[in-house]
T-cell receptor, first 115, second 111 residues
């Protein structure tokens, strides 16, 4: 069974440029999460989807960040314009519903460097 | 508001030692607790998942326990090996399906 797939693995851009990250969750997982992880810290939630609905986006900086999950499967996270402080690893995770144990599975992450 | 802490922040042990990593959370109303391993530059790999109704889970040399009333979980690693060197993170899932992570413990096993 394929795991959570993310792309690109690495991205280097100049500040003020746009960037987009893509995530394909495990088949059948209704819940999809985007996390941000800074060096030496635990992941911090950006947005959580239940199917195609964003049910928790309270930590998403909406002035520059946006996300979508069309058809309740793949998801895209976009930053426009990027700032130096956005350099971090962006992690995507998926999970089956609480009634199925609720275990979280992560992709390899997308490492962003903003110059 | 749920907060998760992990002690120690870093740990260095000689190969072969048994060790315990600690995870604490402030709100006992959790749905489950999950332990992860993260290697440098990689994503998080799930190690053990403990449901709120369970007390412990075991996988090979790993054993995780959960005490909801005291807001604590421990990850026990038996007979540590250099390949166990990584950062270990715990995460709690609330009944609202929100997942909150601790900052992690960086483990180094010295040959």
């Amino acid at each position: 069974e394929a795991g959570v797939v993310q792309s690109p693995r690495y991205k280097i851009i100049e500040k003020k440029q746009p960037v987009a990250f893509w995530c394909n969750p495990i088949s059948g997982h209704n819940t999809l999460y985007w996390y941000l992880q800074n060096l030496g810290q635990g992941p911090e939630l950006l947005i959580r989807y239940e199917n195609e609905e964003a049910v928790d986006d309270s930590q998403l900086p909406k002035d520059r960040f946006s996300a979508e999950r069309l058809k309740g499967v793949d998801s895209t996270l976009k930053i426009q314009p990027a700032e130096l402080g956005d350099s971090a690893v962006y992690l995507c995770a998926s999970s089956p519903g609480l009634g199925q144990g609720g275990e979280l599975f992560f992709g390899e992450g997308s490492r962003l460097t903003v110059l | 508001k749920q907060e998760v802490t992990q002690i120690p922040a870093a740990l260095s042990v000689p190969e072969g030692e048994n060790l315990v990593l600690n995870c604490s959370f402030t709100d006992s109303a959790i749905y489950n607790l999950q332990w992860f391993r993260q290697d440098p530059g990689k994503g998080l790999t799930s190690l053990l998942l403990i449901q709120s109704s369970q007390r412990e889970q075991t996988s090979g040399r790993l054993n995780a326990s959960l005490d909801k009333s005291s807001g604590r979980s421990t990850l026990y690693i038996a007979a540590s090996q250099p390949g166990d060197s990584a950062t270990y993170l715990c995460a709690v899932k609330t009944s609202y399906d929100k997942v909150i992570f601790g900052p992690g413990t960086s483990l180094s096993v010295i040959p």
